[in-house]
């Protein structure tokens, strides 16, 4: 197969020099060899700006971005900004591909004449040892609409993730990731989804997700566990803005369920900025579920007013009982 168009993969990285040499060389050594490469450093203090350059002389088909730290979200930003291809995929830094996953995603892309095409993964541990898994994804061809409903189920995360994806450029063309928040895929796939007339997903395990204890995904506890709220609440009022009925009363269940498990959890927060982001999620999710459920009944409004006292009580409540 003769590859014309042009496949920019953004890689972004900060403190992996472990795992970036396999990275690096699983995207090298692609089958699909029309690719531009781009390598984002983000400050990184350890040796991951050494190896990109040393990468940069060895293949000419790689960028390198030095910058400053900013977060992931930044960095995928600083990607998209410089990439010219046609199409447009990520592969997070501690992580690794299969060596025909463009080669297939880009066949699978034209033969459905698809806007995105994606693949399930392979969930290994740091050793390589493969941790079971039961994945949603399987061999079929579904609309944008028909994908943002996947986005609601218990295994959403396989069609959240960016990672196991190849995109047209034109479903992310103007897309910003959010700078400083943790789920960053979250907060813009609903767009992506519904931009693509066509989407298409392959059972294949052609991406290796690493699954390692220092990662960003495993620390999102305390306070930071509230930020997948912002990007849903983004997302719910996307979908009011859009007339999109169903998906709003869906998620709104969703949203409130998220929000009651996790606000659950925090307390004992006593540091200022803490304070005040915890003050910024429970109004931001008071705001956005007052205007888009169906309706709100009087406990729910007395709940919502006063988040803090409220959760208290219940925690209070719950030590009582034991």
């Known amino acids: 197969m003769e590859h014309r168009e042009l496949i920019s993969i953004i890689i972004p990285m900060y403190k992996v020099e472990r795992y970036l040499e396999k990275c690096i060389q699983s995207v090298v050594n692609q089958t699909y060899e029309n690719l531009e490469i781009i390598l984002v450093d983000d400050g990184s203090p350890d040796r991951c700006p050494e190896i990109c350059d040393e990468w940069a002389k060895k293949d000419e088909r790689i960028k390198v971005i030095h910058k400053e730290n900013g977060g992931i979200s930044d960095a995928r930003n600083a990607g998209l900004a410089a990439a010219t291809g046609a199409y447009i995929g990520f592969v997070d830094s501690d992580d690794y591909i299969e060596t025909n996953m463009y080669e297939i995603l880009f066949e699978a892309l034209k033969k459905e004449n698809a806007a995105i095409a994606m693949c399930d993964c392979e969930i290994v541990s740091e050793d390589g040892q493969v941790i079971e898994s039961k994945s949603p994804i ?15 189920d218990n295994d959403g995360w396989y069609y ?20 400083g928040r943790v789920y960053e895929d979250e907060e813009i796939v609903h767009e992506v989804f519904f931009r693509a007339d066509k989407i298409v997903s392959l059972n294949q395990k052609l991406y290796n997700y690493v699954q390692r204890k ?3 995904t495993k620390s999102t506890s305390g306070i930071k566990s509230l930020d997948i709220i912002e990007p849903l609440c983004h997302r ?10 169903e998906l709003c009363s869906e998620l709104c269940r969703n949203l409130r369920a998220v929000y009651d498990n996790r606000r659950m959890q925090i307390y004992g927060i006593d540091d200022f900025q803490g304070r005040k982001r915890l003050k910024e999620v429970d109004k931001l999710f008071k705001a956005t579920y007052f205007e888009c459920a169906k309706s709100v009944s009087r406990r729910d409004k007395l709940k919502y007013e006063f988040p803090s006292i409220w959760f208290a009580l219940c925690r209070m409540k719950i030590k009582l009982k034991k």
Request: glycine share 10%.
């Open 160 to 179: 959240v993730t960016l990672w196991n994806k190849l995109c047209a450029r034109k479903v992310l063309e103007g897309l910003k990731f959010p700078k």
């Open 214 to 216: 220092g990662s960003i």
């Open 236 to 245: 719910l009022l996307f979908y009011k803005e859009h007339g999109l009925t």
């Open 138 to 152: 399987v061999n079929e061809v579904f609309t944008g609409i028909q994908g943002l409903h996947k986005l609601a």
